[in-house]
């Protein structure tokens, strides 16, 4: 197999457009990670205008957070299937018209509809399954780093747009708020449709890094059946194998992890020792820094390194830093707080490009956004019965130490779990020749048949 175009090799045309479609599909995953995290920001004010308990407005981020994880699968499907251009305009459109119709709701029913079934469907769409679907189509070399980009959104768009969302929220009402949010999801929606295209094909390019008559630079065809048809038959097909199971398995205990423990319970569990809700939520908002800065090196490592053993790796140092978190929670911040805050944050989602790497290495390049759809259900899955698990641990126990030292033990169980993954049987996939950008080459054929290994 020949190698990748390094960047030097590569026509500049290649890598300006390529970069740009990135720059811009990292503009909607910015911008949709902003309207999921805005939820949390307006709940208090809508509760105080209607009277409405916390239950009624958590019940509706919940089906909002659910959903958003469910549906990527099928999102995946959709993609492949009508390319991103069309289904992500048309998701931020939706989104952008549910927001501004909350602003004349006066049930709660109407709050479930908008927040939780149709905005949660719709940043279904534009989720993580969205870059791995476009870093597969516009990247062969760099594949991993682009991935790693893509993943860091989620804390960029939340750092980026939720003071000013909040600080509108105050002084302007959750209507002007929300209606912010509309706007910015129509103009993400006009920057998509003007400058993203489904393929480099469609506009007479090849892959960045790909060598012109290989078949990494030919557009695989789209499905042949619905969307909804194409993903239980890659599931279906999937679940045959180990590899799949591990990688939903290890996923699942990332979701429980992160954000359904720490996410979700790390204020509240701060509290009980002490420490200002304030400064726990400072703490958290580090976080968010380190896990884009994380992200992005996880990728760089993913181009150079088998992505199992950085599976393994960030697994294992998630739960021993797990076990840590009860005895470093203080009414003040200790220096050992410190040390967990920034480790957590850069291990926080680096397991996503080592991930999709292993969804590409072992389901080929057609299949690998709806397998890496499945997995990111297990890890939506695993964030809810995580967070439950958690309060229903602390409210039984009246603290939260069960929590923490049974998801580190989850972390250990799940490193374990990425040594099971078969090995990639090309010595390319993890050693690639040098200078050039190594890349990950598909082990099937993008054919309709699929020969999972």
Not at 229 to 250: D, P
Request: hydrophobic share 55%; proline share 7%.
């Amino acid at each position: 197999m020949q190698r990748p175009l390094a960047e030097s090799e590569a026509p500049a045309v290649y890598t300006r457009r390529a970069w740009l479609v990135a720059a811009v599909v990292l503009s909607a995953l910015v911008a949709s990670a902003a309207f999921r995290s805005s939820t949390g920001v307006l709940m208090e004010p809508i509760e105080s205008e209607f009277g409405w308990s916390r239950a009624t407005t958590a019940g509706a981020v919940s089906l909002n957070l659910v959903l958003f994880g469910c549906i990527a699968p099928f999102a995946a499907a959709l993609l492949e299937r009508y390319g991103p251009r069309r289904v992500v305009t048309i998701a931020l459109l939706i989104v952008g018209a549910a927001s501004a119709l909350t602003t004349w709701m006066t049930s709660p029913w109407q709050l479930w509809v908008l927040w939780g079934l149709v905005i949660g469907t719709a940043t279904g769409s534009t989720a993580l399954v969205l870059g791995a679907i476009v870093a597969n189509r516009w990247f062969v070399a760099r594949r991993g780093l682009v991935v790693g980009i893509f993943s860091g959104a989620n804390a960029t768009g939340q750092l980026l747009f939720l003071p000013a969302i909040a600080a509108t929220a105050t002084h302007a009402g959750w209507r002007a708020a929300a209606l912010i949010v509309s706007g910015l999801a129509a103009l993400t929606a006009l920057f998509i449709w003007l400058l993203m295209r489904d393929r480099p094909q469609d506009i007479g390019l090849i892959p960045y890094g790909a060598r012109p008559g290989t078949p990494e630079a030919e557009p695989a065809p789209p499905p042949a059946v619905s969307p909804v048809r194409a993903a239980l038959s890659v599931l279906r097909e999937a679940s045959r194998t180990w590899a799949f199971w591990a990688l939903m398995l290890t996923f699942f205990v990332c979701g429980w992890s992160t954000n359904g423990l720490v996410q979700t319970h790390f204020i509240p569990a701060a509290h009980d020792h002490g420490m200002p809700a304030t400064t726990a939520a400072g703490l958290l908002a580090l976080v968010g820094i380190f896990d884009l800065v994380g992200t992005i090196a996880s990728g760089w490592l993913t181009d150079r390194v088998d992505p199992r053993l950085l599976l393994l790796a960030y697994y294992a140092l998630r739960g021993l830093s797990l076990f840590t978190v009860h005895s470093l929670l203080a009414p003040g911040v200790e220096p050992g707080m410190w040390i967990f805050i920034i480790f957590y944050g850069l291990d926080w989602v680096a397991t996503v490009p080592p991930t999709v790497a292993l969804c590409r290495i072992h389901f080929g390049l057609s299949h690998a956004g709806i397998v890496f759809g499945w997995t990111y259900a297990a890890h939506m899955v695993g964030a809810g019965l995580g967070a439950s698990f958690a309060g229903w641990i602390r409210t039984a126990d009246g603290t939260y130490r069960t929590a923490w030292m049974s998801a580190g033990v989850l972390c250990i169980m799940a490193a374990f779990v990425c040594l099971t993954v078969p090995k990639p049987t090309t010595p390319e996939a993890v050693e690639p020749p040098k200078p050039a950008p190594p890349s990950y080459p598909d082990e099937v054929d993008d054919a309709e048949e699929l020969t999972f290994t």
